[in-house]
T-cell receptor, first 115, second 112 residues
Framework: RKEVEQDPGPFNVPEGATVAFNCTYS??????FFWYRQDCRKEPKLLMS???SGNEDGRFTAQLNRASQYISLLIRDSKLSDSATYLC????????????????FGTGTRLTIIP | IAGITQAPTSQILAAGRRMTLRCTQD?????MYWYRQDLGLGLRLIHY???????GKGEVPDGYSVSRANTDDFPLTLASAVPSQTSVYFC???????????FGQGTRLTVV
């Protein structure tokens, strides 16, 4: 099983719709979770961190489900400018020693908002 | 403007040549990282540095080396480039290891 797994899409969604995608992770000890956004031929940019209690930033809501080991991203009232690839990021322990962890990126979910 | 800068933005390199990709940040972040991004494989960690003076191997370190002589700079060297190292390379930094990372604009490298 991959350490971090995402549905690659593409998701083609009409403008104004709500879209959600999930990301599963394999390491139950993971503590840090993020969503990044990447536009074509650009660098990834932090969209939001994901907290245990869930968090919201405008039209974007992130949730963490530790029992089922997944995080989700919900986008409401989607805009054309939301078209991008969304990357799920999870910290993964590589050994039992403190500090030996690494941020692991999913391969991304591609979202296209259709006018 | 504070941030993280990579150079060059793109490069075509003959196989067998040595190349250093530069990365500088002015945010005084402790941790820095080098990733490569290839279609279908996502971002893969090459090397990282949790603090100045220390480095570690990531997921795909072979053929690459790094150094971290000071807080701001984290160069990535390809000792003898091979075509499989054709990729987009991103440098990133975070205030502490494995917290929110901020990325440079990337270096598009083609080895021929």
């Amino acid at each position: 099983r991959k350490e971090v797994e995402q549905d690659p899409g593409p998701f083609n969604v009409p403008e104004g719709a709500t879209v959600a995608f999930n990301c599963t992770y394999s390491n139950s000890a993971s503590q840090s979770f993020f969503w990044y956004r990447q536009d074509c031929r650009k660098e990834p940019k932090l969209l939001m961190s994901v907290y245990s209690s869930g968090n919201e930033d405008g039209r974007f809501t992130a949730q963490l489900n530790r029992a089922s080991q997944y995080i989700s991203l919900l986008i409401r009232d989607s805009k054309l400018s939301d078209s991008a690839t969304y990357l799920c990021v999870v910290n993964v322990w590589v050994s039992s020693n403190f500090g030996n962890e690494k941020l692991t990126f999913g391969t991304g979910t591609r979202l296209t908002i259709i006018p | 403007i504070a941030g993280i800068t990579q150079a060059p933005t793109s490069q075509i390199l003959a196989a067998g040549r040595r190349m250093t990709l530069r990365c500088t940040q002015d945010m005084r972040h402790n941790a820095m990282y080098w990733y490569r991004q290839d279609l279908g494989l996502g971002l893969r960690l090459i090397h990282y540095s949790n603090t100045a003076g220390t480095t570690g191997k990531g997921e795909v370190p072979d053929g690459y080396s790094v150094s971290r002589a000071n807080t701001d700079d984290f160069p990535l060297t390809l000792a003898s480039a091979v075509p499989s190292q054709t990729s987009v390379y991103f440098c990133a930094s975070s205030e502490q290891p494995n917290t929110e990372a901020f990325f440079g604009q990337g270096t598009r490298l083609t080895v021929v």
